[in-house]
Each structure stands twice: as structure tokens, then as C-alpha cells.
């Protein structure tokens, strides 16, 4: 969906680095999620804001921490990344209170070798 | 949120009805059923969601058996850009972290 982007597409990094995974969304929702999702495991859910003082961690929070910068902003850093966090990263948003239709991003790809 | 059976797999031919079958016989009677789908390697897209009735909107159908133990996702019209991972997801409306969760879904290949 064009109205949530998420930057950058594609990663590559080293065990130990510091890498911060951008989402950004013009439908005006308070809500925003961090996904990840690993072959054979479906989507996992990390974080999830209901708005920009409001985060909460997800079932595989540890190891990732999250920042909402604005409404339209919800960013995911791994302080020091680790090859088990290879994995498929999505960002969705939802205007309902209850998050039924999630809207997803494009993914981001990230290998840490 | 209870659990859903889904066939790994299924092919349909392009033009043809493709009817996915969704299993969840431990659903709550304050449990909805969602459809997602998801097209290689992009993000999840939802498609439609019901309680006991029956429902429709631009891109498929949704029917729910009158013991709400089991669906039936259809798409009229299969086309090739239906080719896609579908996804069967039982919540309840407003859980309590919002999250939905994906199990393996079907695979459904929508032949020329």
C-alpha cells in the first residue's frame, strides 16, 4: 500500500552494528505495528503504538527497541544486530481502535551477517 | 484467539471461482473471521472479515458455516494476480494488543 513506506527496502549489516528501520504513513492512524516475519514462522509481531506516547511490546520484543516520532512516524532500531534477526520486517497501520484492517508497508529486507 | 486449519496449497484455474477452506472449530461466539492475503514477499492485504453472516465487497466473498466451525473464502474470477499466500485469522474484535496472527496460510496458484 502506497500510503505506508518503509526505508530502507533492503539491508545488509554486520553482527554488532546499529541499524534503525524507518516506517512512514500518510492515512492519518494513530495506530502503527513492526512485524517481522521469518519462512515457516508467518508474522510475528515486535512492537505497537496506539499513538505517539503510547508503545507497547509485542510477543519478540527483546533485542529491538522502537521510537514514534510523530503520528505518521514509528521507527525500529536493533542496538546490535545479530544474524538471527535476518528476517522479513513489515510496518502496518490501522485507523480503527481495534487494529481489525491493518494496513501494511512494502517490507524491508534485512541480512546481518 | 482460536486456532485456524488451512490447506498449504491449492491451484485454481484463471477465470474459475477459487474457493479456500478455513477450519476453526474452536472459534468463540465473540470471535470474527479475517482473510489477509499476501503476494510474494510483499505486505499482507486484507480482504475481508465476517461474524456468522454471510459477506461481500469488491474483491471476494466470505462464507460463514451456520455453526461457524468452518469458511470459505471465494474469489469469482481468479486471475493471475490472485496468485498469492492467504491467510485465515480468527480474534476477537478488540483484543487486547490488537495484533493479528498469521499462521501458514494457503498457497493458492492460479494456473493460465
Known amino acids: 500500500d502506497a500510503d505506508v513506506t518503509q526505508t530502507p527496502r533492503n539491508r545488509i549489516t554486520k553482527t554488532g552494528k546499529r541499524i534503525m528501520l524507518e516506517c512512514s504513513q500518510t492515512?492519518?492512524?494513530?495506530?502503527m505495528y513492526w512485524y517481522r516475519q521469518d519462512p515457516g514462522l508467518g508474522l510475528r509481531l515486535i512492537y505497537y503504538?496506539?499513538?505517539?506516547?503510547?508503545?507497547n511490546k509485542g510477543e519478540i520484543s527483546d533485542g529491538y527497541s522502537v521510537s514514534r516520532q510523530a503520528q505518521a512516524k514509528f521507527s525500529l532500531s536493533l542496538e546490535s544486530a545479530i544474524p538471527n534477526q535476518t528476517a522479513l520486517y513489515f510496518c502496518?497501520?490501522?485507523?480503527?481502535?481495534?487494529?481489525?484492517?491493518?494496513?501494511f508497508g512494502p517490507g524491508t529486507r534485512l541480512t546481518v551477517l | 484467539d482460536a486456532k485456524t486449519t488451512q490447506p498449504p496449497s491449492m491451484d485454481c484455474a484463471e477465470g474459475r471461482a477459487a474457493n479456500l477452506p478455513c477450519n476453526h472449530s474452536?472459534?468463540?461466539?465473540?470471535?470474527?473471521v479475517y482473510w489477509y492475503r499476501q503476494i510474494h514477499s510483499q505486505g499482507p492485504q486484507y480482504i475481508i472479515h465476517?461474524?456468522?453472516n454471510n459477506e461481500t465487497n469488491e474483491m471476494a466473498s466470505l462464507i460463514i458455516t451456520e455453526d461457524r466451525k468452518s469458511s470459505t473464502l471465494i474469489l469469482p474470477h481468479a486471475t493471475l494476480r490472485d496468485t498469492a499466500v492467504y491467510y485465515c485469522?480468527?480474534?476477537?474484535?478488540?483484543?487486547?494488543?490488537?495484533?493479528?496472527?498469521f499462521g501458514t496460510g494457503t498457497l493458492l496458484a492460479v494456473q493460465p
Open positions: 502496518a497501520t490501522s485507523e480503527d481502535r481495534d487494529g481489525n484492517e491493518q494496513f
Open positions: 492515512k492519518g492512524h494513530d495506530r
Open positions: 503504538s496506539f499513538d505517539v506516547k503510547d508503545i
Open positions: 474452536t472459534i468463540s461466539g465473540n470471535e470474527y
Open positions: 465476517g461474524l456468522k
Open positions: 485469522i480468527v480474534r476477537v474484535y478488540g483484543g487486547a494488543t490488537n495484533k493479528l496472527i
